[in-house]
């Protein structure tokens, strides 16, 4: 009964906080192309498996997140938005991960004639353990996994002719685990570079056809002196795929974006094959009527694990939102996945379950009030590696 009163108090504090004047900012313009716009949420969260091991433990979370918006380049070609916000997190019981997490955000688009680009930026540090640190981040050890993400992004598209057109994309993703020491050191930093390329024909008014082609490079900084993968894994990862492209409109109101083809992954590292699979990255997206809609799909690509392993990940998601009025949506989405870790010595093979469902009410531009349900299930063939979990969330955020 304590813990249910303490739940439903923090709860309460969205609302509440969002009534009263302190809440809010001005809107801020700056001659005739910047916007300064405050954002800001808070939200209680109650987390039957806050580690997410075996060893259950759970915990009600208050979060607090204020934060700055940007937008530059109004009613012109270049477009420029700035996100800024940091998460200030408090536990109830496990007062030792209480956090301040920065989020940023950067995203720019220019267009002019036949050619469309952009390029942005991101950096967020998170603190949650998932289904591929389990096995890792276990046992007694009650801490949270705590990363920073980096990530930048040029993409453009570009008409050849009237019915050809190209699209490219380089981007660039860093993982850096902050608090490895408190795991042993076992955790593996890591940088992927990616560069997808697309050529496709204009085949009908709704749909193009095309070759693809991505090239992907993981340095994975850690891996050659971790003890739970000897000297078995690479420090680097070559991928190449090499796909048949679809986009638009398969059916009336069905669309999708599709990439299926040939992949090979090559390893820096004596004894170890080369590996080929047939891999696919897809996206549909269906229509059924003004207020509900679907989404689906199924991926199979490599990966790379919290410690350094190779992966190859298969599985898919549906997703469906109904939009009860232009207040209400309810939306929801499970995605299943099986990782299997390719150059791991245990053998390790998960299949995780993933759901989620939420109810947002937005009575105006300003304001949207959100509760959330999330449920997360890894299933595991090693020790320590299986775990379940569920998490509510009401929260409210406001945009000035």
Do not use: C
């Not at 390029?119 to 276990?138: D, K």
Request: aromatic share 14%; hydrophobic share 35%; glycine share 8%.
């Amino acid at each position: 009964m304590k813990k249910l009163a303490t739940f439903l108090a923090m709860a309460s504090l969205p609302g509440m906080a969002l009534l009263t004047p302190s809440s809010a900012a001005p809107l801020v313009s700056i001659g005739d192309s910047v916007d300064v716009f405050f954002r800001g949420s808070v939200s209680g969260q109650y987390r039957s498996n806050v580690f997410n091991n075996p060893l259950k433990a759970d915990d009600y979370i208050f979060i607090f997140s204020p934060g700055l918006e940007v937008n530059i380049g109004r009613n012109s070609n270049a477009n420029i938005k700035i996100i800024f916000r940091e998460d200030i997190s408090w536990y109830n019981r496990f007062t030792n991960q209480d956090s301040q997490l920065a989020n940023l955000f950067i995203d720019g688009v220019y267009n002019s004639g036949p050619l469309t680009s952009g390029a942005g930026f991101s950096f967020v540090q998170n603190q949650q353990n998932t289904a591929s640190t389990a096995g890792v981040a276990t046992g007694t050890n009650q801490n949270e996994v705590q990363r920073d993400l980096y990530a930048a992004y040029i993409k453009a598209e570009y008409d050849i002719s009237q019915k050809t057109y190209t699209t490219g994309r380089f981007e660039w993703n860093r993982t850096d685990y902050t608090n490895n020491q408190d795991f042993g050191n076992s955790f593996s930093d890591r940088d992927i570079f990616t560069a997808p390329l697309d050529v496709l024909y204009r085949f009908s008014p709704k749909l193009d056809l095309g070759l693809g082609y991505r090239f992907r490079y993981t340095d994975v900084s850690n891996n050659q002196s971790n003890p739970a993968l000897g000297s078995q894994t690479p420090g680097d990862y070559l991928d190449n795929f090499v796909s048949f492209s679809v986009r638009g409109e398969l059916y009336p109101k069905l669309t999708t974006r599709l990439n299926v083809g040939w992949q090979n992954r090559s390893f820096n590292a004596a004894g170890l094959n080369d590996d080929n699979t047939i891999s696919v990255l897809s996206a549909f997206d269906y229509e059924f009527s003004p207020k509900l809609d679907f989404t689906a799909g199924f991926n199979r690509d490599f990966g790379t694990g919290s410690i350094g392993q190779s992966t190859i990940n298969t599985g898919g998601f549906f997703g469906t939102t109904y939009n009860f009025s232009q207040f209400i949506a309810v939306s929801s989405r499970i995605d299943v996945v099986n990782t299997d870790y390719e150059n791991d010595p245990s053998g390790r093979s998960d299949d995780t379950i993933r759901a989620n469902t939420s109810v947002t009410y937005t009575p105006n531009v300003y304001l949207q009030f959100t509760a959330a349900y999330a449920y997360i299930n890894n299933s595991s063939n090693i020790n320590g590696a299986s775990f379940m979990g569920h998490t509510i969330d009401l929260s409210a955020s406001l945009r000035y």
